[in-house]
């Protein structure tokens, strides 16, 4: 006997806002929050150099020194840590509250001297967990939140320490935020490429023998294609605003790579419907193979129903208490002397013509 599945139940997506009536602007921090931890690249065209778990100082010694610099804030819980970033790079403090306010929908703002992107990645699939990351860039620097460690950054940060010439370190902090930015986009090709195979190795297994247990996979993940819409269609809309607003700080070859990640969020996005529709397309599926199977048991009962209730006729007229001897008319077979032997035969004809009429009918 197979054991039960456990079924695991989500965790509620709580969204932390200040409170009704603060001022606009207002960063209050996510009791469940991790804490801040900062890592310094400073970039040139000849050399890098990284700094880990470092300081404000670290920031002001070096900020104005490279050409390009980078900053990743790990964790939201250090308020003061945020407020002193944004005051260091200018960042727009309602733009600094959509930063500690994690739950945004992807999107694109832009001030005088730098922009604001939200995006999402897929931070723990087997729990569904998602991460919102904001990246602020202007004309020499990237600053990027992330809620928690772990994120698709690290094939950009190989490229900036590689020693070998490269576009990271020649071009500017516009193109280091597409870099980062085309990193969380193609991050969700993996999870998403996976969730197919799944769909068509149920989709075999249901043709073959369809369980209960594929229904609630079914259910699972077109929920799962229908959350990742969610979050795939407002990226594509904010990679579509990045492209075509004229700003100084996004450099127009710079666009043609974005343009190429606005390509690839398409082909997400048609991916998470073709998935969708399909799983709609096995969950009526489904319903039709349980409906039939359902109906081809009905169909059997009937037919043994059929051939024994004219038996259970005959065997309930002769199970009468008839008495022969009073009456020629009362049941004088009774007294036959072949009587038992010839209603079974008798009876095994009546089974057996009606099963050669259900077949003569293709009912069989």
Known sequence: ?????????RAPVKTRRPPVGASPGTLIADPAARRSELRLTLISPQKF???ENASIDDLNTH??????????????????LIEEIGRIFSLHPLALEDVVNTGQRPKVDFFEDHAFVVVRMIDDVTSHRYEQIAV?????????????????????????????????????????????IDAVVDSYFPPIEAAGELVDGIEDEMLNSPHKHQMRQLHELRRDANVLKGVLWPMRDALATLIR??????????KIFLNDTLDHSLRLIELVETQRDMLTGLIEMHLSLSQARTNDVISYLTIVSVIFMPLTFLVGIWG???????????????????GYPASLLFMALVAFGLIAFFKWKKWL
Do not use: H
């Open 1 to 9: 006997m197979a054991k039960a599945e456990v079924v695991k139940k």
């Open 63 to 80: 900020c104005d020194k490279w050409p390009v610099i980078w900053l990743d804030c790990t964790g939201l819980a250090n308020i003061p």
């Open 320 to 338: 009468m208490n008839f008495d022969p001897q009073s009456s020629p008319w009362n049941m004088p077979e009774l007294k036959a002397y072949y």
């Open 136 to 180: 602020f860039f202007g004309k020499n620097f990237v600053v990027t939140f992330q809620e928690r460690e772990g994120d698709p950054f690290d094939p950009v940060r190989k490229r900036i320490e590689s020693s070998a010439p490269n576009r990271l370190r020649a071009r500017g902090a516009d193109y280091l935020a597409y870099a980062l």
């Open 245 to 254: 607003n004229d700003v100084p700080y996004v450099k127009a070859e710079t």
């Open 49 to 51: 150099k990284t700094i």
